[in-house]
Every structure is written in C-alpha cells, then in structure tokens.
C-alpha cells in the first residue's frame, strides 16, 4: 500500500526547515524529490514496529535463515493457514516466507510479494535471486521483498505422489505420441500416476492445493504483516497466480506486475497444448544461433537445424543416448531455449548426442518428488481437464501437424485425466476491479507465448495495460536486456507510471 506519512502543510514544512535544520533529508517519492521529517521518520518507525508486533501476534516471527537461503537482508518465517478455507478453523499448515527488508526504510512504500514460476518451484530465496540479477535499487528501497514456498512446496508442508525414480526422469511432458495407439498406452501410465498421487501419504492434502488456495494464503501473509496493500510480482506461473490474487481480493492489490504471461485459463488443458507452438515461434532463434556457427556442425542454414532436430528426435525415440530419449530431447531443448545464454550448452548437448554421447553434462536428477507432484496437484485442481482419451488422441494429431517440434506432447494425456473431480470451479478472470495491472512479455518466449498473454490481455481489459519486447526467452523482468521494457517495470514500481497504452519495445542486442 502507499505508506501514509505525517500530514504536513508547505508552511508546517517550512518552518520545520527553519527551526531544526539538519533533521530534513531529500527522498525520491511518487510526486518528485520532496522533503522528509523528522517527524515523518520517528511515525515511520513506530508504524514498522506496530507490524512487527502485528506479526508476531498473528504467529509470524522473522528470525535468521538456514544455511543454503541466508543472504544480506533476508529472514526467514513461517506463517499457519487453514489447509481448507471451506473450514478456517480446522486443521492448519505451514507456509514458509522470506523477507528481505527494504534497503532505505526511509523509502520503503510496502510490500512486494514475489512468485518465480512452476506450479512447484520454491520461491524462498527469490528475493535475493532478484537482487543478485541487479533489481534496481529503487525498486529494493521502495519494498520489503517477500518469497514463499506456495502450499505443498519445499517448506511449506510438501506433498508426494511417491514417483519412482523413472517417472521422475521423464520430465514434465507426457510422451511423444506419434500416433493415438501411442495416446492409448500414455493414459494407462497417466492412470498409474494419479492413482499414486491420490493414495500418498500426503493425499488428505490433495483436494486443498490450488492456485486459488494459495491467492489465499497470499493474503492472509498480507494481514499478518499488518498491510492494508500489496504489491505483487509473478513470473510465469506466477502471472496467473498473480491475476488470481487480484480477482479474488481486488480491494488488496496495490502494484500488480506480472511477467510471461498465461493466458486467462492458467495452466489448463488448453494453456498446457499452447507451450508447442511458443516453441515453435522460439526455434528459429535457436535454428538462426546454430547455423551462424560452423563449428558444431549441425546445419549450415536454419532449414539444416530444423532437420537435424527432427533426425535427432527420431533417432532418440528408437535408440536413447544415456538415458535421453526422443520425449525428453524434445523437452530438453525446450527448457534450453529459455535464455539465450544457454543455446550455446544446448549446441554443445546436441552435438554429443550426434555423436552417440557421452554427454557433457546429465540432466540432473530430483532429490524428492515435490516439484512433479505439486505441480500436478495444482494443474489437476485448477481446472477439469478433457476425461475422454479420444479428445486427447485428437489433440495430439492437431498439434503435432500445427506444431510438430513438440505438439505430440504437449496434446497427449496427462494424469490431470484421471484426477479427481476439483474441490472448486476455476476463478473467472474479467475486467471488474482497480486498473493496477502492468502485464509485461517476450514475443518469442516459448513457456508462456504471446498468444496466452493477449487472451490475458483483453480479459483484464482496463486492468491492465501490457508492454511487450521484441525478443526471444522466457522471463523479461529484471534478467532482460530491454532496457525499454525493463524501466517500464521500475518506473511502475518506483512511481506508479503505467503506460496509458500498451507498448511495444523495439529489439535490443543481446548480451548474452
């Protein structure tokens, strides 16, 4: 929220300034440079230890974080919430935060709650993740910074589907089905893992892990801070926890900023099908990449590379290179192409997989099932996914003709069939609610395409306006090189300046 401040006239100011010199200092505030008592920061310091004692009350207490999250500024807390809001008083769990105090108090505004993506990615040590990619000050000085683990993810009470190793190792993509034979045999694995998920140990938790259920927790965090406001940073997933949040508590949102962008539906069956054609507008990037260095050898001309992925892709599906298969090659590239500066490592994985290995480097094996199984309990309790395994042969054929590099899976059944009917319908993203929405996207980003973002878009209406970049990649804020969609962020959340039309970046060199 905007702190409020002692309220001063200019000729109170005035005389402050005469009668105490040396107590007013000079801060950037949203109307201009402008001078600050005093008074103004004795009332500053006596609202933040109200919210401490707010906190501390509502059973949050920030201490020192563990080894592997300490960083400068940074706590660590804990907060209890209803595992069913449909029960408050019922049984609680433990959602995990950390804090990274703003580095001026003397410019602190409020609070920035953050989400770094998934559905099942921990978001403890995003906030010195941000300041380490060189947030900018101003943004560091306006906020305290919070990080969460959402509910059944890392410290916050996880959930299990207790996958095996091999199931683990398939990524996050069903199998490539070439055919509906292929969309057949996937189901029955489908069937398997959903069985798994709903006999766990954790399977009481099932029905509860939601984004609308983290929306949820997110403001009961507010509250516990003593906050009338929040501002809000999310990207990817975090976009459309982000959009939820604002739907369901429009009344509590002060600066929404949401980057790479899912479209109104999140990650449901149709928002998952759109992740082929994001890499299919990505690939030439990559393609343009390989065949501008000869020394890999791979394709002289983007047309060469193309070839060469869908050669490797056939290979690998008949004869895996250690343990790599056509499924997860397809998924591989797909992460790869991400960032720029990883197209270089992907050559190089490309290149050894030619050859019949080794490789230079495995894909890294999960410590625990967390992250695959929160991120199914909160896809498959979003929404009702299709149950019928011929839609899922239909979509399959569809998109591996539009989007061949990666249609076959991202069409193909997935567990979310076989889910248990979701405890409630999924949040209905309109324009009702203040215009505090500043949408911010890749044009080629292959995770989130541009696509979804537009259908975000016009949902939110005057919600929202969207600032654009002319580059490849998933993610824009603050790790882009768009210097142009970059300031429109700072400037929104230093300032409150939001474009009064959406904006489209022009293309900037890359460096990296």
Excluded at 377 to 405: E, F, I, T
Aim: with cysteine; aromatic share 6%; charged share 25%.
């Amino acid at each position: 929220m905007q702190r409020k401040t002692l309220s001063v006239t200019v000729g109170t100011v005035a005389a402050l300034a005469v009668a105490a010199a040396g107590t007013i200092v000079t801060w950037p505030d949203e109307d201009g440079d402008r001078p600050v008592t005093a008074a103004e920061k004795r009332a500053r310091k006596a609202q933040q230890d109200r919210r401490e004692e707010q906190a501390e009350k509502a059973g949050l207490k920030w201490g020192d974080c563990p080894e592997g999250l300490a960083a400068p500024r940074v706590q660590c807390g804990s907060l209890k919430v209803p595992l069913d809001y449909d029960d408050p008083d019922g049984r609680t769990i433990r959602i995990a935060l950390t804090r990274m105090a703003s580095s001026d108090p003397d410019r602190r505004r409020g609070v920035l709650l953050t989400n770094p993506g998934g559905p099942g990615m921990s978001g403890l040590g995003h906030p010195a993740l941000l300041a380490k990619a060189e947030l900018p000050e101003e943004v560091q000085a306006r906020y305290d910074i919070i990080g969460m683990d959402p509910r059944g993810v890392g410290a916050s009470s996880p959930v299990t589907c207790d996958l095996t190793p091999k199931q683990m190792a398939r990524g996050n993509f069903p199998s490539f089905a070439e055919n509906s034979e292929q969309v057949t045999a996937e189901a029955e694995y489908a069937k398997t893992v959903a069985g798994q998920c709903g006999k766990s140990k954790t399977a009481d938790m099932l029905p509860h892990l939601s984004t609308a259920n983290t929306a949820r927790d997110m403001d009961r965090v507010r509250a516990a801070l003593g906050e009338e406001k929040v501002s809000y940073f999310g990207q990817s997933y975090g976009s459309y926890l982000g959009v939820v949040y604002a739907t369901l508590f429009p009344g509590h949102g002060d600066r929404i900023v949401l980057d790479s962008n899912l479209g109104p539906g999140g990650y449901d069956a149709a928002g998952f099908r759109l992740m082929a054609r994001g890499m299919q507008v990505r690939f030439p990037d990559f393609a343009a990449f390989v065949a501008g260095k000869p020394e890999y050898g791979l394709g002289r001309s983007p047309k060469e590379v193309a070839a060469k992925y869908d050669e490797l892709a056939d290979r690998l599906t008949k004869k895996p290179v250690d343990g790599v298969d056509g499924t997860l090659f397809r998924g591989i590239s797909f992460e790869y192409l991400f960032s720029d500066a990883r197209m270089p490592e992907l050559a190089k994985l490309w290149q050894a997989l030619d050859k019949g290995g080794p490789l230079p480097s495995k894909p890294p094996t999960a410590a625990s099932d967390n992250f695959p199984a929160s991120r199914l309990h909160v896809l498959c309790n979003d929404s009702r996914w299709p149950q019928d395994v011929a839609a899922y042969q239909a979509g399959a054929a569809a998109d591996r003709k539009a989007y061949p590099m990666l249609g076959g899976s991202t069409g193909n059944v997935t567990p979310c069939a076989f889910w248990p009917e979701p405890k409630e319908k999924p949040v209905r993203i309109s324009d009702e609610g203040p215009s505090n929405v500043l949408m911010v996207q890749n044009e080629r980003d292959p995770g989130t395409p541009l696509a979804g973002a537009r259908k975000l878009r016009e949902a939110l209406g005057d919600r929202a306006r969207m600032v654009t970049a002319d580059q490849g990649g998933h993610g824009v804020y603050p790790f882009g090189t768009n210097t142009c969609a970059n300031d429109a962020v700072t400037a929104f959340l230093t300032d409150g300046k939001r474009p009064k039309e959406d904006l489209a970046c022009e293309a900037q060199p890359s460096t990296g």
